[in-house]
């Protein structure tokens, strides 16, 4: 079940993390001055429309699978619980967020408007998909803070997919001028440091939230080995990146090193994808080993027997009215 349900959750969280990293690469590389974002956006468009109608088409499968969870019945047998679970949960309340955000992804995606303006608003679309999911991840049982490091950690981690990603696509797709590829790879390796130390941080502060300081958690929960294989593919991809930005980078005008700095942008970017997004989404659909002074001890005995996600919490987000829910029993 839990495997199933991270299947059909990965194409949302890829299709999230890609649009809004590979925005913002857009826009932080093509900045002001820079006559190139026309030509750069005309190679990730295309990427940029399949993924929004991909968030679009999956959402609603993600929401009634989750409705069906909650009423343990099968997907057509949670149809008619979907307006109460809209109306009455946490989760319902966010994904009516959810939906009317990934329509407009996908209006701003195809309409005709200046490139510029259209990456800006579908980085910010984007944004907001991921805080939601942030809104619906095992960090809302911890607080704010647990929930802003959540995002932090999700920002993080598609800035420097979405940074490989369009050196990958505009080298491959986009004819690019050498110059074009070699100031690029120079902000992707500056990128990415960046990013990976924020992801390494905000990582380990929500691996806590999950485990505890508590090595038996770690070694023998479904959650604690999903974190490791999630930690060891990511060590893999990083030593890629790191023989990327000390041994091929300060070689990029030569045309080898430059054509192997490619290969290996494309050996992560896909590695990252399936492998590591692919474990972050099952590590999300998870029940956590246990945190200090969390709920999850007696709320995991309830997921462990088959009932996944149940949370009974408060969020802090109460001025705002929106987001205090409590799962019906
Ligand atoms: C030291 C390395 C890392 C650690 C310790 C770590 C840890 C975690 C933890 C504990 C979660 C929360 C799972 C939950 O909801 O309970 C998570 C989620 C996530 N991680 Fe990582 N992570 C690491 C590296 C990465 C990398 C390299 C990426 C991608 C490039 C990544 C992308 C994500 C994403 C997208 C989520 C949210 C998944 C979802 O919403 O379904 N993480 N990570």
Not at 67 to 85: D, I
Not at 136 to 151: E, N, P, T, W
Not at 152 to 175: D, P, T
Request: proline fraction near 4%.
């Amino acid at each position: 079940m839990i495997v199933e349900r991270a299947l059909l959750e990965w194409p949302l969280v890829v299709a999230t993390i890609v649009i809004f990293g590979t925005t913002a690469f857009v826009l932080l590389s093509t900045g002001s001055g820079r006559d190139d974002l026309p030509a750069v956006v005309a190679c990730v468009l295309p990427i940029w429309r399949l993924l929004a109608v991909v968030a679009l088409l999956v959402s609603p499968f993600v929401l009634l699978n989750v409705t069906a969870e909650m009423a343990t019945v099968s997907w057509t047998g949670a149809v008619p619980f979907v307006p109460e679970v809209l109306a009455q949960t946490h989760a319902g309340r966010v994904w009516e967020w959810f939906r009317p955000t990934a329509l407009l992804l996908l209006l701003v995606a195809y309409i005709p408007l200046r490139q510029s303006i259209r990456a800006r608003m579908l980085f910010v679309l984007a944004g907001v998909l991921l805080f939601l999911r942030a809104l619906l991840s095992h960090a809302i049982d911890k607080g704010r803070l647990a929930v802003a490091v959540y995002l932090l950690h999700e920002i993080a981690a598609g800035l420097w997919v979405g940074a490989l990603m369009v050196l990958w696509i505009v080298a491959r797709r986009g004819n690019a001028p050498d110059i074009w590829i070699e100031g690029a790879a120079r902000r992707v390796s500056k990128l990415a440091f960046w990013s990976v130390l924020a992801i390494m941080i905000s990582g380990i502060y929500t691996a806590y939230n999950g485990l505890g300081f508590d090595l038996y958690h770690l070694l023998f929960s479904a959650y604690g080995r999903t974190l490791i294989a999630k930690v060891a593919v990511f060590a893999a991809v990083l030593t890629i990146g790191g023989y990327n930005r000390y041994w091929l980078v300060p070689q990029v005008s030569d045309s080898t090193a430059r054509d192997r700095l490619l290969r290996n942008v494309e050996v992560e970017s896909l590695i990252l994808l399936f492998g590591v997004l692919g474990l972050a989404t099952l590590l999300a659909n998870t029940p956590p080993a246990h945190g200090p002074g969390g709920h999850a001890g007696q709320s995991m005995m309830a997921m462990f027997i088959g009932q996944p996600r149940r949370r009974t919490y408060e969020t802090g987000f109460e001025h705002i009215g929106k987001f205090r829910r409590t799962y019906k029993k």
